[in-house]
């Protein structure tokens, strides 16, 4: 079992930063074997989908949602296990809860997210 435990969310104003991070945590061969999924954070709003908002291969490929293209980035420390997200240039509609998992995400393996709200 892999555990996901997601930080760093916050208040910002319009055109503010955070940093989110992921921690993947659990069994040493369950999370080695998690860790060679991509991995992706992800965002939802009340009443919406939950929708991928960025990704990243092992290699360090990544793949990005165009309306946060040039304003996010995702990377992954495998040292760490841990998974960041680095948002800038915040705009009121990125206001969700955010989570990572993996890239098709593993259904059990949610965790509770981090809110990040955006004022205008």
């Known amino acids: 079992q892999v555990t996901l435990v997601e930080s760093g969310g916050g208040l910002v104003q319009s055109g503010g930063s955070l940093r989110l991070s992921c921690a993947v945590s659990?069994?040493?061969?369950?999370?080695?074997a998690f860790w060679t999924n991509r991995m992706a954070w992800y965002r939802q709003t009340p009443g919406k989908q939950?929708?991928?908002?960025?990704?990243?291969?092992?290699?360090?490929?990544?793949t990005y949602a165009e309306s946060v293209k040039g304003r996010f980035t995702i990377s992954r420390d495998t040292a760490k296990n841990t998974v960041y997200l680095q948002m800038n240039s915040l705009k009121p509609e990125d206001t969700a809860v955010y989570y990572c998992?993996?890239?098709?995400?593993?259904?059990?393996?949610w965790g509770q997210g981090t809110q990040v709200t955006v004022s205008s």
């Open positions: 998992n993996s890239n098709p995400p593993k259904e059990n393996f």
């Open positions: 659990g069994g040493v061969l369950s999370r080695s």
């Open positions: 939950r929708e991928m908002v960025a990704s990243a291969a092992r290699d360090h490929t990544t």
